[in-house]
């Protein structure tokens, strides 16, 4: 059958369907919002999706339903909203001018002062009343990490996200009451064909499947790939970097799939962060603190695990955990695929096992076995929504005895990729599980990594938190299995 290409982005805004012929592949929707359209409720804080002020709702159809998701508007780009509703402040009041149960909270609470980032905590705060209307404080938390205040303070804030259900009834909420109406326009919109706008450095390609994705990258090696934008965004924004031509992926179902084999969890390239979440921790609890720490709830939203590890990063936040599961990335290049262990994929600062025209298509991530130990940390200047100084991953198993077996300790923020500590490892193993092994191995860090010094961390320091990590898990597993918390480590 011929593949048929449409030359046009479709979209509803607000409820109303929107097709352009003209995107830029450099489009934000912040940009599209506040220029095109006048919505500016929609605010320009930090331009990489730390702040939370340009905050809008994304809804997508996934498995059948229609699901919304805070996203950063200042780094999403209007290519990639082909099949989606974006749902700004503006559209919250009723046509009477009534405020919305989220907004008339934030009255009720004084929960703004100069109002500036009151659009993007009302939006955030407004997605997690459709997913849970009767949050706790961690829950509210969690949901405005991404989201930050200048003047109020938080407290008001949280009182304003505990009240909005007794402000208001979701179940006659407007993105509740028409979901079945919207699922119904966005079903409509989608074609399942191949999108096209644009020439050379200005064209942009929505691919109508992963086969399609595969065949146009080889025609295409050069194109950039967007999948969250999360990273990306940013080329553009701060560092005002040409990137076409792109394709986009968020669309493509086919690399959303998440798969609990016998053996395994296999995610899709395309899973973000988010809907990795409930699977990661079952499988891997020792996870949760890191996932709940990859930036704020709107770039979890938007960012992919694939996106993490094809980026290659060396203070990416995913690729030390992944190394210590022993997780192997599968690449394709047309029909051809090939997996490779992931702590081979990263070769060196700004390349990776990647030939033209590949592209990372899943991850496969071993179950943990019976005598593992695992653990992984981040040490960042801020606790939320900030980049590692350093982060560690460790596994071990031990025989009957107490010796180590096997020994993985893996780190980023100390090379120019995520890399093995060998001589570290190599000093644990067949070693008894105490802390003679532990001051052992650990002065063996020196011999592994020569770290530089930059703004986040000096070289010294970095050295001397990979040691703490070491024996902060040894403390964690070597008797009772506890997580430590930062008053313990620091006071005893």
Not at 206 to 234: Q, R
Request: charged share 25%.
């Amino acid at each position: 059958m011929e593949l048929q290409i449409r030359n046009s982005i479709r979209f509803l805004l607000n409820g109303k369907v929107v097709e352009r012929t003209d995107v830029p592949p450099t489009e934000t929707l912040l940009d599209y919002l506040r220029l095109d359209r006048k919505l500016r409720g929609t605010k320009e804080g930090c331009a990489e999706g730390d702040c939370g002020a340009c905050t809008v709702l994304v809804g997508r159809l996934s498995k059948g339903q229609l699901k919304y998701e805070s996203v950063n508007a200042c780094i999403r780009f209007v290519g990639s909203l082909d099949g989606c509703h974006v749902v700004t402040v503006e559209a919250l009041a009723g046509s009477d001018g009534k405020l919305h149960p989220v907004q008339q909270a934030m009255v009720d609470t004084h929960a703004s002062q100069c109002g500036f980032c009151t659009p993007g905590f009302v939006m955030s705060l407004y997605g997690l009343w459709m997913q849970n209307p009767k949050p706790n404080i961690q829950e509210i938390e969690k949901a405005l990490q991404g989201n930050l205040c200048r003047c109020t303070g938080y407290a008001a804030i949280i009182r304003a996200a505990e009240s909005v259900t007794a402000t208001g009834d979701l179940n006659r909420d407007p993105l509740v009451t028409e979901r079945a109406h919207v699922s119904e326009q966005l079903l409509a919109l989608k074609d399942d064909k191949r999108v096209v706008l644009g020439e050379g450095k200005q064209q942009l390609v929505l691919p109508a499947n992963v086969d399609d994705f595969a065949d146009v990258l080889e025609h295409n090696p050069g194109a950039t790939i967007v999948a969250g934008s999360t990273d990306v965004g940013l080329w553009v924004t701060k560092f005002m970097r040409e990137i076409g031509p792109v394709v986009f992926l968020s669309h493509l179902d086919d690399l959303r799939v998440i798969t609990e084999g016998d053996d395994g969890l296999t995610l899709g390239a395309g899973v973000s962060y988010t809907d990795a979440y409930p699977v990661i921790v079952r499988h891997f609890p020792q996870l949760e603190e890191l996932w709940n720490r990859i930036g704020g709830e709107q770039v979890r939203n938007m960012g992919t695990v694939g996106g993490n590890v094809a980026n290659g990063s060396p203070i990416g936040d995913t690729p030390p955990a992944l190394i210590g599961l022993g997780a192997t990335v599968r690449l394709r290049r047309g029909k051809n695929r090939r997996s490779v262990p992931i702590e081979k994929y990263f070769i060196e600062y700004g390349k990776q096992d990647r030939a033209p025209g590949e592209f990372v298509e899943a991850i496969h991530i071993p179950y943990l076995a019976t005598r593992d130990l695992y653990g992984v940390y981040k040490i960042s200047k801020r606790l939320d929504e900030d980049i590692s100084s350093v982060c560690g991953a460790f596994r071990i198993s031990l025989d009957e005895r107490g010796r180590v077996e096997n020994a993985i300790a893996a780190f980023g923020g100390l090379a120019g990729t995520p890399k093995r500590a060998t001589a570290v490892e190599t000093s644990l193993t067949g070693a008894v599980w105490d802390e003679g092994a532990i001051e052992k191995a650990a002065a063996a860090f020196s011999d592994d990594f020569t770290p530089l010094t930059d703004w986040r961390a000096s070289a010294d320091y970095r050295l001397l938190v990979a040691k703490n990590l070491l024996r902060r898990f040894y403390l964690e597993t070597g008797g009772e299995h506890v997580r430590l918390n930062r008053y313990e480590l620091a006071f005893g």
